[in-house]
């Protein structure tokens, strides 16, 4: 099992930026490892991966506007959010021996989650 621990989030007016960190008690090899999100009343939704092969995936809603990118040297996971909007606001988390890019359910370990607050 890993712990996951993410960090980052935050209050953020519309247009702003926010980095997200997840930190790993080591690093996993071979499975994907991703952000989620998950709104109040809304189910949960990926975000973006980072597949096996190092590739990343983004969901539409990310697209041209999030990064996601690892530093292995730290066993860190990162989410660059530029240019939020209020429909970004949700408790994000970080998950990893994931088998598919946006599907939760093909993940294994979560951390708690970081809550992110967009306001207009």
């Known amino acids: 099992q890993v712990q996951l621990v993410e960090s980052g989030g935050g209050s953020v007016q519309t247009g702003g930026s926010l980095r997200l960190s997840c930190a790993a008690s080591?690093?996993?090899?071979?499975?994907?490892v991703g952000w989620f999100r998950q709104a109040p009343g809304k189910e949960r939704e990926g975000v973006a991966c980072i597949k096996p092969s190092g590739r990343t995936g983004y969901a539409d809603i990310a697209k041209g506007r999030f990064t996601i990118s690892q530093d292995k040297s730290v066993n860190t996971l990162y989410l660059q959010m530029n240019n939020v909007r209020p429909e970004d606001t949700a408790m994000y988390y970080c998950?990893?021996?994931?088998?598919?890019?946006?599907?939760?359910?093909?993940?294994?370990?979560w951390g708690q989650g970081t809550q992110v607050t967009v306001s207009s």
């Open positions: 998950a990893t021996g994931g088998t598919s890019c946006l599907s939760g359910r093909d993940y294994v370990d």
């Open positions: 080591r690093t996993v090899y071979g499975s994907y």
